[in-house]
């Protein structure tokens, strides 16, 4: 048996292996219902634009202070913090094992989000969110393929789940949908440094929370 791991895998890779169709979609409505944002949640998003842009002036941004300064402040105003909602991170989530004819695929994700209220058909918790960052720096086109991996993992047991790809900058969400074939759908990238899709960006993190 070959062993892959997933930080490994091209796109045309995990079409190949898992079967996916890609798909585009130019709308998150009727997907999610995005809510107005209120004033405190406005000025704590322009606090963690503003910070970001100060770093990102300096140079490259690590994935590490990627996660710090906009992936976890976000989530917090989302509301991902909250019950029944719980977050895991990658030292905390077990190497996720994907076994297709010949071919075993191995990885671990950045970031989980699990809605501990509902159970999934083998009895696991609900998969919200999967979330894979890359630093500023990379494309977000380039976390694709490893956040496709893990999604598809999950889509052995839940009709659906989410995923973002992020560079701090640019933040691609992805539905994933079981079915013969599974499907992905890429939604409209969205900016965090562009005030309008800034808004739309926490619009929909709170969404997919509330989901």
Same mark, same amino acid.
């Given at each position: 048996?070959?062993?892959?791991?997933?930080?490994?895998?091209?796109?045309?890779?995990? &079409?190949?292996?898992?079967?996916?169709?890609?798909?585009?979609?130019?709308?998150?409505?009727?997907?999610?219902?995005?809510?107005?944002?209120?004033?405190?949640? %406005? &000025?704590?998003? $322009?606090?963690?634009?503003? #910070?970001? #842009?100060?770093?990102? =002036? @300096? $140079?490259?941004?690590?994935?590490?202070?990627?996660? *710090?300064?906009?992936?976890?402040?976000?989530?917090?105003? *989302?509301?991902?913090?909250?019950?029944?909602?719980?977050?895991?991170?990658? @030292?905390?989530?077990?190497?996720?094992?994907?076994?297709? @004819? #010949?071919?075993?695929?191995?990885?671990?994700?950045?970031?989980? =989000?699990?809605?501990?209220?509902?159970?999934?058909?083998?009895?696991?918790?609900?998969?919200?969110?999967?979330?894979?960052?890359?630093?500023?720096?990379? *494309?977000?086109?380039?976390?694709?393929?490893?956040?496709?991996?893990?999604?598809?993992?999950?889509?052995? &047991?839940?009709?659906?789940?989410?995923?973002?790809?992020?560079? $701090?900058? #640019?933040?691609?969400?992805?539905?994933?949908?079981? $079915?013969?074939?599974?499907?992905? %759908?890429?939604?409209?990238?969205?900016?965090?440094?562009?005030? @309008?899709?800034?808004?739309?960006?926490?619009?929909?993190?709170? =969404?997919?929370?509330?989901?």
């Amino acid at each position: 048996m070959v062993k892959i791991q997933a930080k490994t895998l091209s796109l045309g890779d995990v &079409h190949r292996l898992f079967g996916f169709q890609r798909q585009y979609n130019s709308s998150f409505s009727p997907l999610l219902s995005l809510e107005s944002l209120s004033e405190t949640q %406005q &000025h704590e998003l $322009g606090q963690i634009r503003n #910070d970001f #842009d100060n770093y990102l =002036a @300096e $140079g490259k941004v690590s994935k590490g202070l990627v996660k *710090a300064l906009t992936i976890f402040p976000l989530m917090r105003l *989302a509301g991902f913090y909250r019950s029944p909602i719980k977050i895991s991170l990658e @030292e905390d989530i077990a190497d996720i094992d994907i076994q297709d @004819e #010949d071919t075993k695929n191995t990885g671990r994700m950045d970031l989980l =989000a699990v809605n501990k209220s509902q159970l999934t058909t083998n009895n696991s918790y609900f998969w919200v969110l999967v979330i894979e960052s890359k630093n500023s720096s990379f *494309a977000v086109s380039e976390g694709l393929p490893q956040l496709l991996t893990y999604a598809y993992d999950s889509l052995r &047991h839940q009709q659906s789940v989410w995923g973002l790809v992020t560079n $701090g900058q #640019d933040y691609q969400f992805v539905y994933n949908l079981q $079915g013969s074939p599974p499907t992905y %759908q890429l939604m409209p990238i969205l900016h965090l440094l562009e005030s @309008e899709r800034a808004v739309q960006l926490l619009q929909v993190f709170k =969404a997919i929370c509330h989901l």
